[in-house]
C-alpha cells in the first residue's frame, strides 16, 4: 500500500516540508530491507548560520583522516571537502549537508556553480535522489539544507556527491563523493564531520 504523502509548510522558512510516512520501527528490523529503504522523507529547511565548522570527528574511527563512517576507497582524493551531520534515530536518518570547502574553480577562472546530490546505496544499486538548491559562483559553498531517509542501516551505504551546475548546453562536472557506512553512524550517535572528496567508480552524470 502506498504511503500518505503529507504536505506542510512552516512559517519559520520559506520551503515546504515534503513527509512521506514511513515504516515503523518494528518494520525496520525486519529482514526486508527493499521495503524499508523503499520509504523516504524529504526536508529542505536552512539550518542556523554560524554553526561551528569542525574538522573531521570521531575519535575512535579507525580511519582518522577520513570523516566519522567514511568509507575508504582505492581511488585517490580530490580537491574539497564537504561538512555533513549524520544521525539515525528508529530508521530514520537525517543527513545535514552543511557546506563544501575548497572546491576548484572552473579551467576559466570562475568559482563553481555547486549542488550536492544524494542516494542510498544496496548491494551496489543506487536509488532515492535528492539533490541541494544550487549556490552560485563559490569554492566555498553553504548549503545548510537537510535531508532525511528512512533506512536500514544494518547493510545501506550513503553517498553524497557534489557537482558543478555548468549550464544546458554543457554536461554538469563531477567534482567528488562520499560513500559512508550507514552501520557506523547508527552505532555513533549523531556526527559531524568534514569528509574528503573522492573520484570513484560509482560516479555517474546527474
Not at 3 to 29: A, I, N, W, Y
Not at 48 to 68: H, I, K, M
Not at 132 to 159: A, D, G, H, L, W
Request: some cysteine.
Amino acid at each position: 500500500m502506498t504511503s500518505p504523502l503529507l504536505m506542510t509548510t512552516d512559517k519559520s522558512f520559506s520551503r515546504t516540508r515534503v513527509v512521506l510516512t514511513g515504516p515503523s520501527s518494528e518494520e525496520c528490523g525486519s529482514s526486508s530491507t527493499e521495503s524499508v529503504s523503499s520509504h523516504l522523507t524529504t526536508i529542505h529547511r536552512p539550518l542556523p548560520e554560524g554553526r561551528p565548522l569542525p574538522g573531521v570527528t570521531g575519535s575512535d574511527d579507525p580511519t582518522p583522516d577520513l570523516g566519522p563512517g567514511q568509507i575508504a576507497v582505492s581511488q585517490s582524493p580530490v580537491q574539497g571537502s564537504v561538512v555533513l551531520t549524520l544521525g539515525i534515530n528508529n530508521c530514520k536518518l537525517t543527513l545535514e549537508v552543511v557546506q563544501a570547502n575548497n572546491l576548484p574553480s572552473r579551467s576559466n577562472g570562475l568559482a563553481p556553480d555547486t549542488y550536492v546530490k544524494t542516494y542510498i546505496l544496496l548491494d551496489h544499486s543506487r536509488s532515492h535522489k535528492e539533490k541541494t538548491t544550487t549556490v552560485r559562483s563559490n569554492c566555498n559553498p553553504v548549503f545548510n539544507e537537510r535531508i532525511t531517509y528512512i533506512v536500514n542501516p544494518k547493510n545501506q551505504i550513503v553517498q553524497v556527491m557534489v557537482w558543478d551546475e555548468v549550464g544546458t548546453l554543457r554536461r554538469n562536472v563531477f567534482l567528488g563523493e562520499v560513500l559512508i557506512d550507514l552501520a557506523y553512524i547508527s552505532s555513533h550517535g549523531a556526527l559531524q564531520g568534514r569528509y574528503k572528496l573522492f573520484s570513484t567508480s560509482l560516479s555517474k552524470p546527474p
